[in-house]
């Protein structure tokens, strides 16, 4: 084999990285665009990714044995990688055009499964499989295996380090999904064309200028090009619908599209919010306020610009605070709002800030007489954080003796299956721990109102009409007589007292969230109709999973008595596996905590995973550097067993950054957690090594064991189990670790 320059191929492995981790972010942001993104569903996607980089790079092992020509083979394929992104997006944007699915119509679990699993296949595949063709590359003739892995594995998270960076901090912004791709594309073919052309060095400098010229002249008509696709995407799905824009925000993905004279914003993909919305509004903020009609002082949180504020401002308000976490979406919806709307985000008395909700009460000096949360429901575990204890703890401290916090939630005015029972009595149940006077208004969309006020609040339609009529507003739709229609007192009784006889409700907290579980339970039912799987798993269930697991993988440590070798390789196997779901479920549960204790993780999601792929390298750099390989099997132990300790204070550690509100702080934590994963990855690597020529093995373990934690970390075990008991369940994952670790010591 001929090998290619040193600083080529070092710059292609950093870029294996980079792409890699450019592709992931788009193709995720594609995923939420087309699926309903909660964590689920982004568990299901992560697997896939890292099933296939798993399978890519153990095929790679057979296939560096028969090839003739790696470095060809790798500069082929890697020139393939920003082309097969390309066909993948263009797979996940007509996936409703493809399956026959209409916009809002969500893809069951099982679906989804089956098209991740199939659309991620071709480049995750191709990313694995040059990770162990360049480990290959890398190594000399004498050089031992495992230094070529563990160079390889430094490398390419550098690259993941130097993309997650550049994506959040650089193009995320000003390039679109497409000009982003294409800026892949040119990058991979001046890598191509430098190694190509080595032996033509005259020829570079033209052939590089020649790319730059063309990346320039084709970097408009690429967005517009993408604005064509997205219109056609859309009337895919919708022929009635007319697309008007896209934009891409470092929070979510903007789509604007109209029907007739009805304008509807997309949220990644999902109905968010309708323009005009004047009856929705009307309904929402009358039923609310005439609880407190001389309310001086009002803070809304989300979606306020939607005739929300509109209404508001009809009553004696002195002061309208208003947070929206996208100060995008404003913009972005301002055009096609009515003149009423438009007035009413300039109006004097309304003060816009751009931030997080929970960040901005944590800071806030003051109180309100009324906060409203119009957020949505709790679909996802950024969204649960507004349904917890915690967050109805700050609204209550910001608020005016007779002050009301009041927001929406999915519901029913007559029947109510389990799914949304349980659903309604955590909701329910969770904001009576902090708020003594409560009022449930039914509906398909239920309003609950609560406040620390002695006073209860008023349910009578009559008395409630009377207080309207004495405020004197006017409204298009809304009138006195909208009372009796939406609290007619026997569905006031039938609601509460559903709820109220709830025996099994979970309370939501910020270390224990479940109200987004219950949102996936009942989105679950509405496409299978049947939920046994989901609803079906409880604490002893999943405690009784991994026992099962930690005694399978006992079994796979003994099974061969006879045959050391194998059993010191199955022994290994385990140990990163372990290891590498250990990693995946703690750097979760870090960005969780991260978005608790900072409002949100959208801006510092590159930091965080930056940080993370840092400490992956610098793990596996500190094991390069030691040459004594007696002092492996000491340092293997220390690493488990200060792994360990890490799980176990794990609440305690989380609690801490919420105190400490320190963001470097939290980023060392990141990046520490992750140096240990790090310096097991090169460990393991290099006692694997010993015994096989497959340079692929233990990078395909560690995936393997990463996409089983990507898969049940946030989306089963927190919302289950909760923080403490989550913190056991791993320590009893990490034993077989041990056990294996402890085999070792006596082997090598």
Same mark, same amino acid.
């Given at each position: ?41 982004i ?18 092992n ?18 393939l ?20 699915t ?5 893809l ?14 071709a ?21 031992e295996?495992?230094r ?9 998270s550098?690259?993941s ?7 959040s901090?650089?193009?995320?912004s ?14 991979t ?11 033509k ?5 033209v052939?590089?200028l020649?790319?730059?010229v ?73 039923s ?44 972005f ?27 901005f009460?944590?800071r806030?000096?003051?109180s ?17 954080r ?10 209550s401290?910001?608020?005016t ?20 029972k349980?659903?309604?009595a955590?909701?329910y ?13 039914? #509906?398909?969309?239920? %309003?609950l *109102?609560?406040?620390?006020? $002695?006073?209860l ?5 009559? +008395? /409630? =009409? ?38 099994d ?39 009784v999973?991994g026992?099962?697991?930690? #005694?399978?993988?006992? %079994?796979? *440590?003994?099974?061969?008595? $006879?045959?050391i070798?194998?059993r010191?390789?199955? +022994? /290994? =196997?385990?140990i990163?596996a372990?290891?590498g779901?250990?990693g ?35 793990g596996?750099?500190?094991i ?10 000491f ?6 067993i200060?792994?360990?300790?890490v ?15 320190? %963001? ?15 310096? /097991? ?25 990463s996409?089983?934690?990507a898969?049940t ?8 189990l ?11 994952v ?15």
């Open positions: 084999m001929n090998r290619p320059q040193t600083l080529t191929l070092h710059v292609s492995l950093v870029y294996i990285g980079f792409g890699s981790i450019l592709s992931q972010i788009l193709l995720v942001r594609e995923f939420l665009v087309s699926f309903y993104g909660n964590e689920l569903s568990g299901i996607i992560f697997t896939c990714w890292l099933v296939w980089i798993g399978i890519g790079s153990a095929v790679g057979k296939v560096m044995k028969k090839c003739q020509s790696i470095s060809q083979l790798f500069f082929v394929l890697f020139a990688t920003p082309l097969v992104t390309f066909a993948q997006i263009l797979a996940v944007k007509f996936v409703h055009g493809l399956m026959y209409t916009t809002g119509e969500f069951s679990m099982t679906e989804l499964l089956g098209f991740s699993f199939s659309v991620l296949s480049g995750c595949f191709l990313w694995g499989m040059l990770f162990t063709l360049g480990a290959k590359m890398l190594l000399s003739e004498r050089e295996l495992w070529g892995v563990n160079k390889a594995y430094v490398l390419e550098i690259g380090v130097a993309g997650g960076l550049f994506f901090f650089v193009i995320v000003s390039l679109s999904t497409l000009q982003i791709v294409f800026f892949m594309l040119f990058t073919w001046s890598i191509v064309l430098w190694h190509g052309l080595k032996r060095k005259q020829f570079r400098t052939a590089l020649c790319l730059i063309l990346y320039y002249i084709l970097l408009q008509p690429i967005r517009t090009l993408e604005h064509q696709m997205d219109a056609y995407q859309w009337s895919l799905i919708n022929d009635k619908l007319t697309f008007v824009r896209s934009i891409d925000t470092k929070y979510q993905n903007l789509s604007l599209l109209r029907l007739e004279n009805q304008y509807t914003i997309y949220t990644d993909g999902r109905p968010v919010y309708n323009i005009p919305n004047t009856y929705e509004s009307e309904v929402f903020v009358h609310i306020l005439v609880h407190r009609f001389d309310a001086k002082r009002v803070l809304i949180l989300g979606g306020g610009f939607n005739g929300i504020l509109k209404e508001i401002l009809k009553y004696p308000i002195q002061e309208i605070e208003y947070v929206e976490i996208d100060p995008a979406l404003l913009s919806a301002e055009p096609v709002l009515d003149k009423q709307n438009q007035q009413a985000l300039r109006d004097p008395r309304v003060k816009i800030i751009s931030g997080d909700g929970r960040e009460l944590s806030k000096q003051g309100f007489d009324v906060i409203i949360l119009n957020i949505g429901e709790p679909s996802t575990a950024n969204l649960n507004f349904f917890t204890v915690e967050f109805y703890q700050q609204c401290t910001r608020l003796p007779d002050g009301i916090l009041a927001f929406s939630f999915p519901s029913s005015a007559e029947y109510i299956t389990d799914e949304m349980s659903l309604n955590s909701i149940h969770t904001f009576k721990q902090v708020f003594r006077n409560v009022l449930i208004i039914p #509906g398909d969309h239920a %309003i *109102i609560g406040s620390q006020s $002695k006073r609040f008023i349910q009578d339609p009559d +008395s /409630l =009409a009377q207080l309207y009529t004495t405020a004197g507003i006017s409204a298009e739709y809304f009138s006195k007589y909208m009372f009796e229609e939406r609290m007619p007192p026997d569905r006031i009784k039938y609601i509460t007292n559903t709820l109220e006889s709830a025996q409700y979970r309370i939501n907290t910020d270390t224990h969230p479940v109200t987004y579980y219950f949102d996936l339970l009942l989105w679950n039912r509405f496409l299978l109709g049947d939920n046994r799987l989901f609803s079906s798993i409880t604490r002893a269930e999943i405690f999973v026992a099962l697991a930690v #005694g399978i993988l006992f %079994i796979i *440590i003994f099974i061969r008595r $006879k045959q070798e194998n010191e390789r199955n +022994s /290994l =196997a385990i990163i372990c290891g779901m250990i995946m479920a703690l750097n979760l549960l870090l960005l969780l905590n991260f978005q608790e204790t900072f409002g949100s993780i959208y801006e510092m999601l590159g930091a965080m995973s930056a940080m993370s792929m840092l400490g992956l390298a610098l596996a750099v500190f390069i550097r030691i040459n004594q390989n007696h002092k492996m099997k340092i293997l132990l220390i690493v488990l200060t792994l360990v300790s799980v176990f204070l794990l609440p305690q550690l989380l609690h801490f950054l919420v105190r400490v509100h320190s %963001i470097p702080f939290t980023l060392i934590i990141t990046m520490f957690c992750s140096g240990l994963i790090g310096m /097991l990855f090169g460990i393991v690597n290099r006692f694997y090594s010993h015994h096989t020529s497959s340079l692929g093995s233990v990078y395909a373990y560690d995936v393997l064991g996409s089983i934690g898969l970390a946030c989306s089963v075990l927190l919302p289950v909760g923080i403490q008991e989550m913190t056991m369940f791993l320590a009893l990490l034993i077989p670790a041990i056990i294996a670790a402890a085999f070792i010591q006596r082997s090598f």
